[in-house]
């Protein structure tokens, strides 16, 4: 989590603002080294293209000895072999021309190490059409494993949408680094149950929450309320 602990002043807009102490790719790094020294196992980090700095993967491949991939965005700037790196000559990712299903060895500039980089196109769902740079410091990867392990991330943006969706994540009204922290955490253990029902009951997320939601008939309250329809949990008022 973010704790903006700090203030700091925005001169552009004139007004105060909080900040953290940390970055959220220092705090990507951290969370890293926590993974390894709890003796986690995992060969490969993914992650999107906010975290695909070069400083992320020197510290992924030399300092934790781990593995990555990861998309780079179509104007970052890689070179075409060692040489070239040494001579300063780079290409932007979107000007290569790079046949999907191939896989090339390039160079980023504050990169020691070659990556393969790998080109993948897909449809979007309005029809257009979408393409998805990969880069690996995995030298023994061809194109259908590497996007093959890729696409596990997509688990992530699963994780995310549920958290959203079914257990309210992002309708929390705390104000307090404390109860924001429990809210937080509330919403997480919601989803591990649900995680334990779904495999019990074979049925998603959102399934399952339509049959928690049960429908009933108007209900006439005393005091100030008027006639009302009320969603229901059960016999309780949600």
């Known amino acids: ?8 002043f925005n001169k552009k807009k004139g007004k105060w603002r909080r900040k953290s102490p940390q970055t959220k790719n220092e705090l990507y790094r951290k969370m890293l080294g926590a993974c390894q020294k709890n003796r986690i196992e995992f060969s490969h980090v993914l992650n999107d293209v906010w975290y695909a700095s ?39 990712v979107g000007s290569l021309e790079l046949e999907p299903g191939t896989v090339r060895e390039v160079y980023l500039e504050q990169v020691d190490f070659p990556l393969l980089l790998v080109k993948q196109v897909f449809k979007n769902e309005d029809g257009s059409e979408g393409v998805l740079h990969l880069v690996s410091s995995d030298p023994t990867l061809d194109y259908e494993r590497l996007t093959t392990i890729y696409q596990r991330r997509w688990k992530v943006e699963e994780y995310h949408k549920s958290l959203k969706s079914n257990t309210s994540l992002a309708k929390s009204p705390t104000k307090t680094i404390r109860t924001q922290s429990n809210h937080v955490f509330s919403s997480i ?14 049925m998603n997320h959102f399934a399952m929450r339509s049959r ?27």
């Open 54 to 92: 070069s400083e992320n993967m020197r510290y992924i491949k030399e300092d934790l000895e781990k593995e990555f991939i990861m998309p780079l965005k179509s104007n970052r700037k890689v070179a075409l072999s060692l040489e070239e790196k040494k001579r300063g000559e780079y290409e932007q």
């Open 189 to 202: 253990y919601a989803f591990v149950k649900l995680e334990r029902l779904k495999m019990s009951t074979k």
């Open 212 to 238: 928690i939601y049960l429908k009933v008939p108007p209900r006439r309250l005393t005091g100030s309320y008027k006639e009302c329809d009320y969603p229901m949990v059960g016999s309780v008022p949600a």
């Open 1 to 8: 989590m973010v704790k903006k602990s700090e203030w700091v």
